[in-house]
């Protein structure tokens, strides 16, 4: 910032000196044109001390400025290629994913889809093996119901077999063959011992 103020100036007191030296002596000849070539001689003659004055006060200004100007238009230059080759290469690399875009889908469905069938497939297996394990377990459970109705029901035809005889015998024993019995058990008691 202070560069370019100092360059303002410089030019700023340039134009003045350029006014001065060259629109004052314009005004101040009102004269007759016979001394036409003095004046013009002398108007070069002004031109070229403010010239090299100007160029004497200026040019070290002006070439610091322009220096640094050059330089940040090299540095802009640069970022600005360097962001174009960066853009490029960015550009050169969504080209090739959207070229193989297509074969990467197709790749991610196929994938998609084997690991479905594979979980489909465990998902299966393991509903067979819970089939399996629940039909052994109900049939397991049924065979012990079985057993256990079996056991019931042999128990009952027992005791109402036992009932039937105990009623049949009561019916059918008369009182003698009760004596004949008893005689007869303990014959064998006695035979026993």
Same mark, same amino acid.
């Given at each position: ?23 004052l ?6 004269g ?5 070539w003095k004046q ?7 031109f ?33 290629? =360097?962001? $174009?080759?960066? &853009?490029e @290469?960015?550009y050169? /690399?969504?080209? *090739?994913?959207?070229?193989?875009? !297509? ?19 465990k998902?299966?297996?393991?509903a067979?093996?819970?089939?399996e394990?629940m039909r ?19 128990? =009952?035809? $027992?005791?109402e &077999?036992? @009932?039937?005889?105990e /009623?049949?015998? *009561?019916?059918?024993?008369?009182? !003698? ?17």
């Amino acid at each position: 910032m202070r560069g370019r103020r100092k360059v303002f100036y410089v030019f700023f007191g340039a134009a003045v000196l350029l006014f001065v030296g060259f629109v004052l002596p314009a005004l101040a000849s009102e004269g007759g044109h016979e001394n036409y070539w003095k004046q013009y001689i002398f108007q070069i003659i002004n031109f070229a001390i403010m010239l090299a004055i100007l160029v004497k006060f200026i040019r070290p200004a002006l070439k610091g400025y322009l220096e640094k100007r050059h330089n940040q238009v090299k540095e802009e230059l640069q970022k600005a290629k =360097e962001l $174009s080759e960066a &853009a490029e @290469k960015t550009y050169k /690399e969504a080209q *090739k994913r959207l070229a193989n875009l !297509d074969a990467e889908i197709k790749a991610i469905r196929e994938q998609m889809l084997k690991e479905v069938e594979q979980e489909r497939k465990k998902l299966l297996e393991e509903a067979e093996r819970k089939a399996e394990l629940m039909r052994a377990q109900a049939e397991q459970g049924l065979k012990e119901e079985i057993n256990q109705l079996k056991k019931r029901l042999r128990e =009952e035809v $027992s005791m109402e &077999a036992l @009932k039937l005889a105990e /009623e049949i015998v *009561k019916k059918t024993i008369t009182k !003698d063959d009760q004596k004949r019995l008893v005689n007869m058990y303990v014959q064998q008691l006695g035979s026993k011992n």
